[in-house]
């Protein structure tokens, strides 16, 4: 992806409950991957869920799942039955598609759950 | 699950001084990559480097920057002379095959 862009400086969740991250991207390319990474207060970037832009079903990892919405370049992350520990930044990234695949980072949501 | 690590976590750094940050890409990896995070902002691509050479670098990778892997194993990072600026999280990563990225536990550098 060229740019990526996230919406959502910060989002809020009641524990149990769902929520949804929105993300935007905008590419030349008709494949590539796109990425949802995790990143706690230690900083490390944990891979929550990925897609590859040619399959048509949308990903799903336990209790995240995504809306992948080509035509539309859109690219939004569910998270169910959230727990206290899905609190974190979420990053939506986009590799390049070609040439060496290098990502492209959206500026991130701040994920607060609520006990 | 193999691991892509980073050493070390966390270094501190006289201005003008040479930093050297350290990584070992899983095996089979074909990509390797460094990204940077200042605080507070975005993971930015820095340089990706393939085939014993850059493929690709952003406008943040300029002459004071430089990547190696001498010895086939070890993927570096030097900055030349650091600036206050250059404090950071570091992340090298690798990539295996299509989406196929591992991201190291990144280098904290602070620089004073």
């Known amino acids: 992806a060229q740019t990526v862009t996230q919406s959502q400086p910060e989002m809020s969740v009641q524990e149990a409950e769902t929520v949804t991250l929105s993300c935007t991207y905008d590419?030349?390319?008709?494949?590539?991957?796109l990425f949802w990474y995790k990143q706690p207060p230690s900083r490390q970037m944990i891979l929550v869920i990925r897609?590859?832009?040619?399959?048509?079903q949308n990903a799903t990892e336990n209790r995240f799942s995504v809306n992948f919405q080509k035509a539309a370049k859109s690219f939004s992350l569910k998270i169910s039955d959230s727990q206290l520990g899905d609190a974190a930044m979420y990053f939506c990234?986009?590799?390049?598609?070609?040439?060496?695949?290098?990502?492209?980072f959206g500026k991130g949501t701040k994920l607060s759950v609520i006990p | 699950e193999p691991e892509v690590t980073q050493t070390p976590s966390h270094q501190v750094t006289q201005m003008g001084q040479e930093v050297i940050l350290r990584c070992v890409p899983i095996?089979?990896?074909?990509?390797f990559y460094w990204y940077r995070q200042i605080l507070g902002q975005k993971v930015e691509f820095l340089v990706s480097?393939?085939?014993?050479?850059?493929?690709?670098k952003s406008e943040i990778f300029d002459d004071q920057f430089s990547v190696e892997r001498p010895d086939g194993s070890n993927f570096t990072l030097k900055i030349r002379s650091t600036k206050l600026e250059d404090s950071a999280m570091y992340f090298c990563?690798?990539?295996?095959?299509?989406?196929?990225?591992?991201f190291g536990s990144g280098t904290r550098l602070t620089v004073v």
């Open positions: 990234a986009g590799d390049s598609g070609a040439g060496s695949y290098q990502l492209t």
């Open positions: 590419t030349s390319e008709s494949d590539y991957y």
């Open positions: 480097f393939y085939n014993n050479e850059i493929s690709e």
């Open positions: 095996s089979n990896h074909l990509y």
């Open positions: 897609q590859e832009a040619y399959k048509q």
């Open positions: 990563a690798g990539l295996q095959g299509a989406g196929g990225y591992t």
